[in-house]
């Protein structure tokens, strides 16, 4: 290329273009085992993978306080306790496994960071419980103008309209 076409492009942006943002949607949901009905019990939006994963340890734990609560708590005193089997399937044991290893939250951490969906799943007797995150992209937002010259960007206090209290005919 010659010297003139060099002289006419135009110069480079200060900072490369950003990629569009990753969020988070975690969710714990149940279904029961025929398939046909899911409900969702808790869900949250997070900002970035490690939020994900914190909230994905939480609430396994939270999930498995409620699927076998302590039976000294206060709402079972009136209850008829049952002891059951031991070959019963226990979904709180496998979730308070899954929520005290170091090593299932880093790794997902790493799958969540890398962009990929994380699964728990967990089966009862008659459902199973998924505590699940998947990435949903999202549009970064576009800069916002600035304020012309000699205007303040936003309304100070005090200026505008107001309303005025409604009188009421039996306030008198």
Request: hydrophobic share 40%; net charge positive.
């Amino acid at each position: 290329m010659n010297a003139a076409v060099m002289a006419h492009r135009p110069p480079p942006l200060p900072c490369p273009l950003k990629h569009a943002t990753i969020a988070y949607r975690c969710e714990v949901t149940a279904h029961d085992l025929s398939g046909s009905h899911e409900v969702i019990l808790a869900y949250y939006r997070a900002a970035s993978s490690r939020l994900a994963a914190r909230w994905m340890r939480a609430e396994a734990q939270r999930l498995a306080r409620l699927l076998a609560p302590e039976p000294a708590a206060p709402y079972l005193r009136s209850v008829m306790l049952v002891a059951t089997d031991p070959s019963c399937p226990r979904p709180d044991a496998d979730l308070l496994a899954w929520a005290s290893s170091d090593e299932q939250y880093e790794r997902a951490l790493r799958v969540l960071a890398s962009g990929n969906d994380y699964l728990l799943n967990v089966t009862d007797s008659d459902a199973r419980y998924s505590v699940r995150v998947y990435a949903l992209p999202t549009r970064s937002r576009p800069p916002q103008p600035s304020a012309p010259a000699g205007r303040r960007p936003y309304a100070p206090a005090g200026v505008g309209r107001h309303r005025k209290p409604r009188r009421w005919p039996f306030s008198r």
